[in-house]
């Protein structure tokens, strides 16, 4: 029988090679050890030798041509003896089964497969690509530059496009897995062969050469974060004593560096019971829900897309940390004055800031892309609309997070961010009262300060800096007329969050303020 | 003229040789399938330096070598497939597949292994036939290393220990002309290798690395010299390998037309010639090995594609010996065949050192010349 | 109990066990008949002769290999560096052979022998010859490495490494070879990978090993004078790490203070803080605290030397800095 004469590997990085000279012609008698053909590899011009005795008795890759590693480029036999049909010669070779892991990029059952179509590396930066569509399913006919597929890359969608023509025989890398540049994503059958018996195309993949993107399947819930905001500084060993023993570490006093509370400060907090305020589940904090507001969702955790990663990488170089971004808008604010001023001939107590946490919670679920936070390496997209309100203490700041804003009445809204203010200020706040959410507004128009830039609080992917509401001279229809401004500034994670998704944000809580009927719907 | 050596003799060397060409062709081979990676030194050509001298030396004796190391083992008589397993990367390997190509163990064929760092292995030779001194045996050592690690400060500083304790060690300097791409010539002062034997007043030659009888002939001798408690022999067997330093190497730095001339050279067909003009074989007897040792190899590639890959739990094995924990025996492990040629070594308490290693008077003698003492 | 000098233990580890099994043979320069240049192997070579006894040439990688050698065909080498500074050359032979024996040859073989001589800083001996190097073997996971403080240790250490089936690393205190204290006679054994409360208390575990150890006892003696409790803990041997008694002990004290005589970066101690960052980080009131050999070479100048290395009283303000008591 004859016995193909495959592709050798000539280097530890070889994928392919061209065949430079064949230096046997068929009907050549062949010796073990004698070189038959000069190859190009990736590192050098090489020999490729015989392994066996015979007779040269079929050229298939010619001068020039490609080959991957382990397809077929002759065959070689005894005298006289027929080549058998290409397809059914290398049993051998093809498909390892234990598939050692150096074999697998070479081996996926190129020999008999035909022409690879490989990742192509389009861009500078490229090391792999996603492929997001096929454009060509197995069977279909391709003509060079035919569009094969659309592939995600780190910095666009671009086509791949067919070098050779022939029938797409089989598809090696499915829709929404990666590949590596380089590596074979589907195999074209030459002009006029049948494709061979099109194999389903996802279910054939082989084994490691590729890493498929993990499948954004079943968003496994995830865990609020732990504090962060206006954080306890307390040893690790103080903090475990105080949970066993159910202390609330905000009330004991540190005496560590930077008030860092440790484990003596918990043994004499325990012996003096300045504790016994904050006995286990004391008392219940209350929180004037007016309404249920049912089961809240879980924020879900997407995987990060490629550009969203070079993105972030590339910000965080060039401003390490959390990269902020800044956007200003003045706010006309006479209508959302005037309800407060309603509110107060109904005797109910509502702040400017309220109808503000209210009109950006409904903006947050507005604009789902600016309510996100960055998890790791996940994005987690929250289906809450939660908003931090930055309370000025005594000794430094903290942000308890009204939950569902967008769900409650301005009473309750004003009800709970007065309970947790005063709260705040006695530090008497549970930790998961001032975690989570995505955005936090920072009022300071109390103070008098007409605009300002407020610090992100992390996790969260933004923070709103409100000003103080004033009568300022704004030209309207032609005309100067006096109206009564604030102007807020939006600081954003750059590294989730884009400009054109915070002003549109930004846009969205203007039009709210500006027609606070529209909190109504 | 009769042959000096036995037909059932000079028929076992061009069986291993052949043995080892088939062996070396079908790794190359099946690297290029993917099968075996990494660095793969092969050893074609070169065949009648690791035959000629098993041949010459007791199966009993040490014998270890540097990377270059498939021929080796298996003309000990190492299972030629559990060294394809081991290039493969597998369980079934000598070395679990832990090893590759360039360390191949065999210790059941007294076989101490190939070395990956260039001169390496030659100070750990000193040691093991110092060991048998030591012990009162009377068994050498056969150290083999490239024509490059005779430039390591390992090489100079062993052949200075191994000549002033005269240790029962034959260093065979597998001269194949090339350090990698470099002609050794090129980075030598004195290339002629052997020549170096004088430096530490050791006995030192140049042998035909080309000729399997003559590399016979020398280590023969080289044993007997040994043994006889003369201290180290430095051969230089001048060779060629027809491949490139491992797989990777287009050989560029020599001519196609030096590696034709040598190829006339080869020793395969060298003994072959030889036999058949002595009349102790026909070309039927030769077909007939040639068939027998490429069914071997056949199965061999076989054997070792078959095998499964080391098990993960094979991580946490054979860095730390625990307490109590027994050596391997690999052909015991994968072919559950029963060892008996495993070495033993005689217990601390039975152990009677009686080797005066610097004799009193030898060194006060030393002294005296120095004039330390008078 | 007899009162033995450092070297005086060292010596008596191997002459028994010498005795006990012809195996063992000490090879090294000039241990013979100058009887050593630490005088660790005086009077041996009288005793075993000149084949156990074995004058080396100064070629610390050419004996470093012939005894791994020996030791892969049955017998059990002591290799005798006349500094770890000089094994440098001979790294090669340790670290890819020695080390890499068992894994190489799947099992097959071992290598039984103790590389051992002093490390640490001499005394006004400049860079080459003052540097602690045991970070660079403890890194290896062929090798076991070992140093001890006390004579007591050395001898049950010593033993212990040379029954030992796997290559050993022994750093002995090129200034502790004339330390004296009490030494139990004979069969005294001291297990590999064990550490020693050397000193008990409550406060903070000052974790140490050779030369370092008797800084940190002086320390603790000192802050118990301030009512400051300090709990030694002589690691004894650098790997395997004795988890256990490190965990142990920073779980009763809550706060740690390591002392090595070499470098910071990627010494032992920055392994021993991640190991208690990692598994007692619930224990911990103080972040840990690192006393080390600053980052430069070693000067010749004695004021230099001096400032270069840890001594009582860098430890005394580590040990107060996670006590919170800067400046108290």
Redesign the interface.
């Known amino acids: 029988m004859a016995t193909p004469i495959q592709m050798p590997s000539l280097s530890p990085t070889m994928k392919e090679g061209k065949i430079v000279k064949w230096l046997k012609k068929v009907g050549d008698k062949i010796s073990s050890g004698d070189a038959i053909a000069e190859v190009e590899t990736d590192k050098s011009n090489l020999e490729i030798e015989a392994y066996d005795d015979g007779v040269l008795q079929q050229i298939v890759v010619g001068e020039g041509e490609m080959a991957t590693v382990g397809a077929p480029i002759a065959y070689l036999g005894a005298k006289g003896e027929k080549v058998a049909a290409p397809s059914a010669a290398p049993a051998k070779p093809a498909a390892p089964a234990p598939a050692p892991v150096a074999a697998a990029p070479a081996a996926p059952a190129a020999s008999s497969e035909g022409i690879a179509v490989l990742m192509p590396s389009l861009s500078p930066t490229m090391k792999e690509g996603k492929i997001v569509k096929w454009l060509k399913k197995v069977g279909d006919k391709v003509s060079s530059g035919d569009a094969l597929a659309e592939v995600e890359t780190d910095k666009s969608n671009l086509e791949i496009e067919a070098y050779d023509d022939g029938t797409l025989a089989r598809i090696v890398v499915g829709e929404g897995e990666m590949a590596t540049v380089g590596a074979p994503i589907a195999y074209l059958a030459g002009k006029g062969a049948p494709a061979s018996a099109p194999k389903p195309a996802v279910a054939a993949a082989p084994t490691a050469a590729q890493t498929p993107a993990q499948a954004p399947s079943a968003p496994k819930p995830v865990v609020a974060p732990a504090a962060t905001g206006g954080r306890v500084r307390a040893s690790p060993l103080a903090k475990r004593m105080a949970q066993d023993r159910g202390l609330d570490l905000s009330r004991v006093r540190g005496s560590g560096p930077l008030g860092r509370v440790v484990k003596r400060d918990i043994e004499l907090a325990l012996t003096q019971g300045t504790a016994q305020a904050a006995a286990p589940a004391a008392k219940k904090p209350a929180t004037p829900v007016t309404r249920s507001v049912g089961a809240r969702p879980e924020p879900v955790a997407m995987p990060i897309s490629t550009m969203r990663k070079v993105i972030s990488q590339r910000l965080g170089e060039v401003k390490p940390g959390v990269p902020h971004f800044y956007l200003t808008i003045e706010v006309e604010m006479d209508a959302a004055t005037k309800v407060r001023e309603d509110a107060k001939a109904i005797d109910v107590k509502v702040s400017v800031n309220d109808i503000i946490v209210k009109a950006a919670a409904i903006a947050l679920r507005r604009s789902p892309k600016i309510n996100v936070a960055l998890s790791g390496d996940q994005i987690l997209q929250y289906g809450t609309a939660d908003v931090g309100i930055a309370v000025a203490i005594e000794d430094g700041l903290i942000t308890p997070v009204i939950r569902d804003a967008d769900l409650k009445g301005l009473q309750a809204i004003s009800a709970e961010s007065r309970d947790l203010a005063e709260r705040a200020r006695k530090k008497a706040l549970k930790p998961e009262e001032y975690s989570g959410g995505s955005l936090t507004v920072s009022n300071l128009g109390m103070y008098g300060i007409d605009q300002f830039i407020a610090v992100i609080n992390p996790p969260q992917s933004a923070i709103l800096a409100v000003g103080a509401v004033a009568d300022k001279v704004v030209v309207r229809e032609g005309q100067m007329v006096i109206r009564k401004m604030m102007t807020v500034t939006l600081s954003g994670d750059h590294r989730v969050i884009d400009g054109a998704t915070g002003a549109e944000y930004l846009r969205e809580l203007k039009g709210l303020l500006e027609h606070p009927t529209r909190l109504l719907f | 003229m009769a042959s000096a050596y036995s037909k059932e003799q000079l028929l076992t060397m061009y069986r291993k040789m052949y043995l080892l060409r088939r062996f070396e062709?079908?790794a190359?081979?099946q690297?290029?399938?993917?099968?075996i990676?990494?660095f793969c030194h092969l050893y074609?050509g070169q065949e009648a330096v690791a035959v000629g001298a098993n041949e010459a030396i007791r199966s009993d004796d040490?014998m270890l070598s540097a990377y270059r190391d498939h021929g080796q083992p298996l003309a000990r008589g190492s299972d030629a497939g559990m060294v394809m397993a081991e290039l493969?990367?597998r369980g079934t390997?000598?070395?679990?597949?832990?090893?590759g190509s360039m360390?191949i163990?065999?210790?059941e064929h007294h076989f101490?292994?190939g070395?990956?760092?260039v001169g390496?292995?030659?100070?750990?030779?000193?040691?093991?036939?110092?060991?048998?001194r030591?012990r009162n045996e009377d068994r050498v050592t056969v150290c083999f290393f490239g024509d490059a690690a005779a430039n390591q400060?390992?090489f100079h500083?062993?052949l200075?220990?191994a000549a002033?304790w005269k240790l029962p060690v034959i260093y065979i300097c597998e001269n194949n002309r090339y350090g990698m791409g470099t002609a050794i010539a090129r980075t030598s002062a004195v290339p002629e290798i052997h020549k170096r034997a004088s430096a530490y007043g050791i006995r030192g030659a140049a042998v035909d690395g080309m000729d399997v009888l003559k590399m016979y002939d020398a280590v023969k001798d080289a044993a007997a010299y040994c043994r006889a408690g003369n201290g180290p022999v430095l051969l230089e067997a001048n060779t060629y390998r027809?491949r490139?330093h491992s797989?990777?190497d287009?050989a560029?730095y020599r001519t196609k037309q030096e590696v034709e001339d040598e190829r006339k050279n080869d020793p395969l067909p060298k003994l072959r010639a030889y036999i058949l003009a002595q009349k102790l074989a026909t070309d039927a007897d030769f077909e007939a090995i040639e068939d027998a040792e490429k069914a071997v190899v056949d199965a061999a590639v076989k054997f070792a594609?078959e095998s499964?890959?080391p098990s993960l739990d094979e991580l946490w094995?054979?860095?730390?010996?625990e307490?109590g924990?027994e050596?391997?025996?690999?052909r015991e492990r994968v072919l559950g065949v029963k060892v008996t040629q495993w070495?033993s070594?005689?217990?601390?308490?039975?152990?009677?050192?009686t080797?005066?290693?610097?004799?009193?008077e030898q060194?006060e003698q030393a002294d005296r010349k120095a004039g330390l003492i008078r | 109990m007899p009162e033995l000098m450092y070297r005086e233990a060292l010596n008596q580890a191997l002459a028994e066990e010498m005795e006990r099994d012809a195996n063992v043979f000490l090879i090294g320069e000039e241990v013979g008949r100058y009887n050593g240049a630490f005088k660790v192997s005086q009077g041996l070579l009288d005793r075993f002769g000149s084949a156990r006894i074995i004058d080396a040439p100064i070629s610390e990688l050419g004996f470093a290999g012939m005894s791994a050698g020996a030791a892969m065909v049955g017998l059990r080498p002591v290799v005798e560096m006349m500094t770890w500074n000089f094994a440098i050359l001979a790294m090669d032979q340790i670290v890819n052979n020695a080390a890499k024996l068992r894994h190489m040859s799947g099992g097959q073989l071992r290598c039984p022998i103790v590389f051992r001589g002093p490390g640490g800083a001499g005394g006004r001996l400049s860079s080459q010859h003052s540097q602690a190097l045991e970070a660079n073997y403890a890194h290896f996971p062929g090798l076991k490495v070992i140093a001890p403080a006390t004579p007591a240790d050395a001898k049950g250490l010593l033993k212990s490494a040379i029954r030992d089936e796997n290559p050993v690393i022994m750093f002995e205190g090129e200034r502790l070879y004339a330390v004296k204290g009490e030494v139990p006679e004979g069969e005294h054994i001291v297990p590999i990978g064990k550490a020693d409360v050397k000193r008990e208390g409550t406060d903070v575990t000052l974790i140490t090993w050779s030369r370092m150890y008797y800084f940190c006892m002086e320390a603790a003696e000192a802050l118990a004078k301030e009512g400051i409790s300090v709990e030694v803990l002589d690691l004894r041997t650098l790997r395997p790490l004795d988890e256990e008694a490190i965990l142990a002990s920073v779980r009763k004290t809550n706060r740690a203070v390591i002392c090595e005589e070499g470098w910071a970066l990627a010494g032992i101690g920055a392994s021993v803080v991640d190991l208690i960052q990692s598994k007692a980080f619930d224990d911990l009131d103080a972040p840990v605290a690192r006393v080390t050999g600053l980052d430069v070479n070693m000067s010749y100048a004695a004021n230099l030397e001096n400032a270069t290395q840890p001594d009582a009283p860098k430890i005394i303000a580590a040990v107060k800095k996670v006590l919170y008591r800067e400046g108290a």
């Not at chain 2, 390997?93 to 090893?99: I, L, M």
């Not at chain 2, 094995?317 to 010996?321: A, C, E, K, L």
């Not at chain 2, 070594?345 to 050192?353: A, H, R």
Request: proline residues 9%; aromatic residues 14%; glycine residues 16%.
């Open positions: 062709e079908r190359g081979q690297y290029g399938l993917g099968k990676a990494g074609i040490y493969f990367g390997g000598y070395s679990k597949g832990k090893g360390h163990f065999d210790i101490y292994g070395y990956g760092i390496g292995q030659i100070p750990l030779a000193a040691g093991m036939a110092f060991a048998s030591y400060g390992a500083e062993t200075n220990m002033k027809f490139g797989m990777a287009p560029n594609d499964p890959e094995r054979d860095t730390i010996v307490p924990e050596d391997v025996r690999p070495p070594y005689p217990s601390g308490q039975e152990l009677k050192v080797w005066d290693l610097e004799p009193r060194a």
